[in-house]
T-cell receptor, first 113, second 115 residues
Framework: KAGVTQTPRYLIKTRGQQVTLSCSPI?????VSWYQQTPGQGLQFLFE???????NKGNFPGRFSGRQFSNSRSEMNVSTLELGDSALYLC????????????FGEGSWLTVV | AQSVAQPEDQVNVAEGNPLTVKCTYS??????LFWYVQYPNRGLQFLLK??????LVKGSYGFEAEFNKSQTSFHLKKPSALVSDSALYFC?????????????FGTGTLLAVQP
């Protein structure tokens, strides 16, 4: 069974540009969450989707957005990139909410120059 | 507010010795607790979780963790460390109430196993 798949794995963008990251959850998983990992702030929750609905949102500016499609695949978008957005972006998926295991992908490394 | 504390930035242990990585949590209700491991330039790999039942949870690669409600702790342990266990370990908590899979992570503990 394939794990959580994130694309692209590595990317470099320029300040002011926008970026879209993609996540394919484990087959059958309907809950998808996104996290940002930086050396200074650690792992921070971005947002969470279930059945195409955003269920929860972290404390990030409106430049960070996401969505989930009917096949549970998810995308996150960051507009007007800033140097501080350089981070590892991790996607996680789970079957549901009853204590199900939450599995993470390998992440997308974003560097903003 | 929920929080997780990993009091040690780094734990050093000799190969073959037992290891403990500490985690304490704060949550209003009953928690779901998780341990993940991260190898360099990789994502998070699930090790084990506490949902309910037996306080001693066994996970992948010989790791186990003990849930202690009175001390609000969930320390990760392994009887005999391997050099290949060297990695960054994260403890995480999820509030049991509500329909959310939002995890609150600790700051991570770097485990260094010397040969």
């Amino acid at each position: 069974k394939a794990g959580v798949t994130q694309t692209p794995r590595y990317l470099i963008k320029t300040r002011g540009q926008q970026v879209t990251l993609s996540c394919s959850p484990i087959s059958g998983h309907r809950s998808v969450s996104w996290y940002q990992q930086t050396p200074g702030q650690g792992l921070q929750f971005l947002f969470e989707y279930f059945s195409e609905t955003q269920r929860n949102k972290g404390n990030f500016p409106g430049r960070f957005s996401g969505r989930q499609f009917s096949n549970s695949r998810s995308e996150m978008n960051v507009s007007t990139l800033e140097l501080g957005d350089s981070a590892l972006y991790l996607c996680a998926s789970s079957l549901g909410y009853s204590g199900n295991t939450i599995y993470f992908g390998e992440g997308s490394w974003l560097t903003v120059v | 507010a929920q929080s997780v504390a990993q009091p040690e930035d780094q734990v050093n242990v000799a190969e073959g010795n037992p290891l403990t990585v500490k985690c304490t949590y704060s949550v209003s209700g009953n928690p779901y607790l998780f341990w993940y491991v991260q190898y360099p330039n990789r994502g998070l790999q699930f090790l084990l979780k506490y949902i309910t039942g037996d306080n001693l949870v066994k996970g992948s690669y010989g790791f186990e963790a003990e849930f202690n409600k009175s001390q609000t702790s969930f320390h990760l342990k392994k009887p005999s460390a391997l050099v290949s266990d060297s990695a960054l370990y994260f403890c995480a908590v999820r509030d049991r109430s509500g329909a959310t899979n939002k995890l609150i992570f600790g700051t991570g503990t770097l485990l260094a196993v010397q040969p």
